[in-house]
């Protein structure tokens, strides 16, 4: 069988997690890399040994040299100016990393572009792919969790990160390089949203110089359902710690994942609670690859394709742009 090319936009820490792993699957071969120095496009190629690959720091010459069957998005939100669209026009296939931008317009504009093309999409949420968060997907689409009712989720760290994460103009904040996990989940798993407040602060990060995002947020989700949702993102909590969990309860259901992984599932439809657990055991990046890759072999839709990516922008946009019109940060 003839292998798929890859090539990669970006070269830094989710480009070798998702090359290393692309690394061992039989069916592709990475043969492109462009990063802003070409010294960081060759490291990535030589540390994982890509024998057959080039390195590039123009992403318009990597288009025109290399004949591209898929291109990983690995870049900073703000660095995303109209290579997917290119890469799109080409009828390259296309995984980008979340988020796929920061403002609602550019996000609808790759959206646009992929739909007109046609090409497999899929985006970097990984943790759908977690046995737990898709076993609670299938019990609420078919009823058997009942009525929707709370979900409550939180992200906490401590890190200063990249330069680029700390700025607003680059990043977009905490709640779009991290937190947007888990409103990806709560829309995922509750569906559409019909109203968002939220608060959003710096408070621990005032005096570091270039810190300019915020290191609190707090959201409150009204969802079309009915059901209801809060959930808290912080920057100022244990260093080198990153705890993500999330409550959701329905009408015979209540599950609680930790860390997203391990999930307990406790079902109280009866007089007796049942309790079931899900063990993370799977390397949920590999998941997404793998199902990425299948898509694209089997001309399908991937299981998160770029429209999935928009929605998480268009909530988190309201809620910050609610906390604007109250004269918050």
Same mark, same amino acid.
């Given at each position: 069988?003839?292998?798929?090319?890859? $090539?990669?936009?970006?070269?830094?820490?989710?480009?070798?997690?998702?090359?290393?792993? @692309?690394? *061992?699957?039989?069916?592709?071969?990475?043969? =492109?890399?462009?990063?802003?120095h070409?010294? !960081?496009?060759?490291? @990535?190629?030589?540390?994982?040994?890509?024998?057959?690959?080039?390195?590039?720091t123009?992403? *318009?010459?990597?288009?025109?040299?290399?004949?591209? *069957?898929l291109?990983?998005?690995?870049?900073?939100?703000?660095?995303?100016?109209g290579?997917?669209?290119?890469?799109?026009?080409k009828?390259?296939?296309?995984?980008?990393e979340?988020?796929?931008?920061?403002?609602?317009?550019?996000?609808?504009?790759?959206?646009?572009?992929?739909?007109?093309?046609?090409?497999?999409?899929?985006?970097?949420?990984?943790?759908?792919?977690?046995?737990?968060?898709?076993?609670? &997907?299938?019990?609420?689409?078919?009823?058997?969790? $009942?009525?929707?009712?709370? @979900?409550?989720?939180?992200?906490?760290?401590?890190?200063?990160?990249?330069?680029?994460?700390?700025?607003?103009?680059?990043? $977009?904040?905490?709640?779009?390089?991290?937190?947007?996990?888990?409103?990806?989940?709560?829309?995922?798993?509750?569906? *559409?949203?019909?109203?968002?407040?939220?608060?959003?602060?710096?408070?621990?990060?005032?005096?570091?110089?270039?810190?300019?995002?915020?290191? /609190?947020?707090? !959201? @409150?989700?009204?969802?079309?359902?009915?059901?209801? $949702?809060?959930?808290?993102?912080? /920057?100022? =909590?244990?260093?080198? !710690?990153? &705890?993500? =969990?999330?409550?959701v309860?329905?009408?015979?259901?209540t599950?609680?994942?930790e860390?997203?992984?391990?999930?307990?599932f406790?079902?109280?439809?009866?007089?007796?609670?049942?309790?079931?657990?899900?063990?993370?055991?799977?390397?949920?990046?590999?998941?997404?690859?793998?199902?990425?890759?299948?898509?694209?072999?089997?001309?399908?839709?991937?299981?998160?394709?770029?429209?999935?990516?928009?929605?998480?922008?268009k909530?988190?946009?309201?809620?910050?742009?609610?906390?604007?019109?109250?004269?918050?940060?």
């Amino acid at each position: 069988m003839q292998k798929l090319n890859v $090539g990669f936009l970006g070269a830094g820490e989710m480009a070798r997690i998702h090359a290393g792993i @692309l690394r *061992d699957m039989a069916e592709v071969e990475i043969t =492109a890399v462009t990063s802003r120095h070409q010294s !960081s496009a060759a490291d @990535l190629i030589n540390s994982l040994g890509f024998e057959n690959a080039a390195a590039y720091t123009d992403f *318009d010459q990597m288009l025109a040299e290399k004949d591209l *069957d898929l291109l990983y998005i690995c870049l900073p939100p703000a660095a995303h100016q109209g290579q997917l669209e290119k890469a799109a026009r080409k009828g390259i296939h296309i995984f980008i990393e979340k988020p796929i931008a920061i403002n609602e317009k550019k996000a609808e504009e790759m959206l646009k572009a992929v739909q007109e093309t046609g090409v497999v999409s899929q985006v970097g949420y990984h943790y759908r792919f977690a046995k737990g968060i898709q076993k609670l &997907k299938k019990l609420i689409d078919s009823g058997q969790a $009942g009525r929707t009712a709370l @979900l409550q989720g939180y992200y906490f760290c401590n890190s200063l990160h990249s330069n680029w994460w700390r700025q607003l103009e680059k990043s $977009g904040g905490q709640i779009y390089e991290q937190v947007i996990h888990l409103y990806d989940l709560a829309l995922h798993l509750f569906g *559409d949203y019909q109203s968002a407040e939220g608060m959003l602060a710096n408070l621990c990060h005032q005096e570091t110089e270039g810190y300019t995002i915020e290191d /609190n947020s707090l !959201s @409150l989700i009204q969802f079309k359902s009915g059901a209801m $949702g809060s959930i808290a993102g912080s /920057n100022c =909590a244990v260093p080198g !710690s990153w &705890k993500k =969990a999330l409550t959701v309860i329905c009408e015979n259901l209540t599950v609680e994942f930790e860390n997203i992984e391990k999930a307990v599932f406790q079902y109280h439809q009866e007089e007796e609670v049942e309790t079931e657990v899900f063990e993370g055991r799977e390397d949920l990046y590999y998941r997404e690859n793998r199902d990425f890759i299948d898509a694209v072999i089997e001309k399908r839709e991937a299981r998160v394709p770029i429209s999935e990516g928009l929605k998480a922008i268009k909530l988190i946009t309201e809620i910050k742009e609610n906390n604007k019109k109250r004269g918050n940060y």
